[in-house]
T-cell receptor, first 107, second 110 residues
Framework: GIQVEQSPPDLILQEGANSTLRCNFS?????LQWFHQNPWGQLINLFY???GTKQNGRLSATTVATERYSLLYISSSQTTDSGVYFC?????????FGTGTRLQVFP | EPEVTQTPSHQVTQMGQEVILRCVPI?????FYWYRQILGQKVEFLVS????????KSEIFDDQFSVERPDGSNFTLKIRSTKLEDSAMYFC????????FGSGTRLTVV
């Protein structure tokens, strides 16, 4: 099955800093989503992005399907951005989650 | 925005007991899923369901597990005889294009 690798595994930032999270996947996909898991365990959908670039406020994401990677950009980070970020491409009819990037933002 | 609703949010059960986790998917979605996440680990696929039958299941989804859509709105996951290692967060999801996840049920087996 498809393999999903996320980097870095852990990230510590001071409030206001920018960051880039990366997701590599081993096979072609027809869907890819980014999720934020908050401290209460909820999975919050950030982007549905099988290809191209999308932006939502301080967050944006880019997927280059032909090169099998996706990037999540967080600008001007806030303490509420803390949590785990998961990339999940679909193969073919189920999402396969990566191991996540744990982000901690300090004031 | 439409939501996937899961109940209960927390459940504690004794080893060997049966539990039923309940989900109400988004009403016009046709594909339904259960995932689980053991504490500190990644989210794992359990089963997918379409047209009133299982379309795919993982190796985790053994004979202790079953799913059902008993009416037009609910989607349930049953664990027949719980084990300590079944303790996890269980997520229900439904999809039309993108997937929408519920808030999860935290199951603790003691």
């Amino acid at each position: 099955g498809i393999q999903v690798e996320q980097s870095p595994p852990d990230l510590i930032l001071q409030e206001g800093a920018n960051s880039t999270l990366r997701c590599n996947f081993s096979d072609s996909v027809n869907n890819l989503q980014w999720f934020h898991q908050n401290p209460w365990g909820q999975l919050i959908n950030l982007f549905y992005i099988p290809s191209g670039t999308k932006q939502n406020g301080r967050l944006s994401a880019t997927t280059v399907a032909t090169e099998r990677y996706s990037l999540l950009y967080i600008s001007s980070s806030q303490t509420t951005d803390s949590g785990v970020y998961f990339c999940a491409p679909s193969s073919p009819d189920k999402l396969i989650f990566g191991t996540g990037t744990r982000l901690q933002v300090f004031p | 925005e439409p939501e996937v609703t899961q109940t209960p949010s927390h459940q504690v059960t004794q080893m060997g007991q049966e539990v039923i986790l309940r989900c109400v998917p988004i009403s016009n979605h046709l594909y339904f899923y259960w995932y689980r996440q053991i504490l500190g680990q990644k989210v794992e696929f359990l089963v997918s369901f379409y047209n009133n039958e299982i379309s795919e299941k993982s190796e985790i989804f053994d004979d202790q597990f079953s799913v059902e859509r008993p009416d037009g709105s609910n989607f349930t996951l049953k664990i027949r005889s719980t084990k300590l290692e079944d303790s996890a967060m269980y997520f229900c999801a439904s999809r039309a294009g993108g997937y929408t996840f519920g808030s999860g049920t935290r199951l603790t087996v003691v």
